[in-house]
């Protein structure tokens, strides 16, 4: 959940990299980690087994720009995608405050693709929270491999509400920071609200 | 290190007990108070180390052996110094001028006693100080931290400057029996809305014999299916294209293959029961770009509230 300290002018998000196994969210925070200023950054923790899939999370601090005279702080996390390890991934949801959706492009990947959403809509109402009160963006990642569908298809399975959408290459950083600064303002933007609620 | 746990409070308490040993151990000094048991020096220090050792136990049963050890030194020292502070009282008080005869007086057995107890009331607040035993969980996690795994996953992605830190842990489902498979599942076809769209997709069959299970398909159905396609009505199709898969049954299938390659196949009598039942799913990559434009037609967009924001506070990291 969303913190401000007004002491420090600190504001701290957490922001959650969703989707199915092996479609790119650690390689998202990969390449964040390594095209942002080190002192704007923490240390990207990844516990991951010997075949690199992220076994529990990915985790990276980040420190962005300054608003309204207050340090904002975003706490970037990625969940295992695999089926099996969906209760880590409830887990590592709580609290969120803002989503990025990942979809691997592939035609093959496109059932998983729909069962992933799915799982994060379940996921989130284990919680109380939904889609409809928490932010979230959609990216499609691998637009560089040939057997890709095309953007519409991907749009009219994933996000037939057209919330915003990125197109990306994470491996090679196309879309990355797109994405991120996308989600981080939707999640700054929502901050008076969540005040006014008192949930933060 | 001042600790939280020790506040002000605790230190007065400290203080207030140590003065309020002193003034009653120098009082039992001056009193005729006799008491019959009567015991060499050694043999009481020995009962006192019993007596603190007992007390730092029951305080603090989580100590390390060190901290046993401190415990029972710094009562002892305790003990000692209100003793001597009670015979300074004494000396102070009384105009004593021997302050080693006053000092004897005070390690009788009643002042002796007197001090034991102030002392373990004075060191009480103090036992947050004691160094702990380390638990087993934090000395296998540090040792995991500090572990060869780690050092040598750091340096191996050659990352180690730049604070990336990769562990490679053993997959523990790789050594369960049982691990739930991820199973596409059959589309109702009732869960979408059907779209009242005409229009048929045609898929080269010899692409979908490759789909059907072994068993089923023949040398003569593949040789005829080359030369063919199968058509299948977008009625039946579009309701799935939201589920990201288009799923029929094998048993369906047959029903919409050419007669001859439909004869060609195993027949489902031949063939076990739950193989009929086996779904397929048909290539999205021929199906999609078949659609017309109004298939994919997405309603208007109704993104929620939180996704109408202005964009002038736009977050800006700093990137190299």
Redesign the interface.
């Known amino acids: 959940m969303a913190s401000i300290n007004y002491a420090l002018k600190e504001i701290s998000c957490k922001v959650v990299y969703y989707g199915p196994g092996m479609c790119g969210k650690t390689t998202n925070l ?1 390449y ?7 002192d ?1 950054r ?12 992220t ?1 529990f999370f990915d985790f990276l601090p ?4 300054q ?2 005279g207050f340090r ?1 702080k975003f706490q970037l996390y990625t969940v295992p995608g ?3 390890y969906n209760s880590t991934r409830k887990l590592v949801l709580r609290a969120v405050d803002g989503i990025i959706f990942v979809c691997d492009s592939q ?1 093959d990947k ?6 992933s959403f799915r799982n994060l809509a379940e996921n989130l109402a284990s919680y109380g929270y939904s ?5 979230y963006v959609v990216q499609y990642n691998k637009r560089d491999l040939d ?1 890709t ?2 953007v ?2 991907l ?3 994933i996000n ?5 959408q990125f197109e990306a290459v994470a491996i090679q950083g196309d879309g990355v ?1 797109d994405t ?2 996308c989600i ?3 999640v ?3 901050m008076p609200q969540k005040q006014k609620a008192g949930t933060i | 290190m001042i600790r939280k746990d020790f506040t002000a409070v605790s230190a007065f308490s400290v203080i207030a007990a140590f003065a309020a040993g002193a003034a009653l151990c120098s009082q039992f000094s001056q009193t005729d108070l006799q008491v019959g048991l009567q015991a060499s020096t050694p043999v009481l220090w020995a009962v006192e180390a019993v007596i603190f050792g007992t007390a730092v136990f029951i305080w603090c049963s989580r100590a390390s052996f060190f901290g046993w050890i401190l415990g029972i030194a710094s009562l002892m020292i305790f003990r000692v110094a209100v003793a001597s502070a009670g015979g300074m009282v004494v000396v102070f008080t009384q105009g004593m001028g021997d302050p080693g005869a006053a000092l004897e007086q005070t390690a009788g057995l009643v002042p002796r006693a007197c001090a034991i107890l102030f002392s373990l009331m004075a060191c009480y607040p103090l036992r947050v100080f004691l160094p702990l035993r380390e638990s087993q969980a934090i000395r296998r996690g540090r040792g995991f931290a500090d572990s060869a795994a780690v050092r040598s996953a750091t340096a191996a992605t050659g990352d180690g400057d ?10 523990r ?1 790789d050594d369960e029996e049982q ?4 199973t ?1 599942q059959a589309a109702s076809p009732g869960a979408v809305p059907r779209l009242d769209i005409e229009g048929e997709i045609e898929l080269p069959l010899s692409r979908v014999l490759t789909l059907l299970p072994e068993e089923v398909v023949t040398d003569k159905a593949l040789a005829l299916g080359d030369s063919q396609s199968l058509i299948i009505s977008l009625d039946a199709i579009h309701p799935q ?5 288009v799923l029929f049954t094998l048993g369906e299938l047959r029903g919409m293959l050419p007669p001859a390659v439909r004869k060609a196949l195993v027949q489902p009598s031949d063939s076990e029961a739950e193989v009929e039942s086996t779904p397929v ?1 048909l ?3 021929v199906i ?1 770009p078949q659609l017309p434009p109004e298939a ?1 037609e ?2 208007p ?4 509230s ?2 109408e ?1 202005d ?1 002038t ?8």
Not at chain 1, 110 to 115: L, Q
């Open positions: 990969q964040i980690h390594q095209h942002t200023v080190p704007k923490g240390n990207m923790v990844s516990l991951a087994t010997p075949g690199e899939r076994l980040l420190e962005a720009s608003v309204h904002t695999q089926v099996m035609w496109m059932r998983e693709n729909v069962e889609l409809e009160t928490t932010p057997n569908a095309p519409d298809y749009q009219y399975t037939p509400r057209q919330v915003p920071f991120l600064n981080c303002t939707l700054l933007a929502q | 730049r604070g990336l830190l990769i562990v490679t842990v053993k997959n489902a691990v739930p498979a991820f596409p294209l939201r589920e990201g898969q799913a290539p999205l990559e999609v994919l997405l309603p967009p109704s993104p929620p939180w996704a924001v964009g506070d736009t977050i800006v990291f700093a990137t190299t």
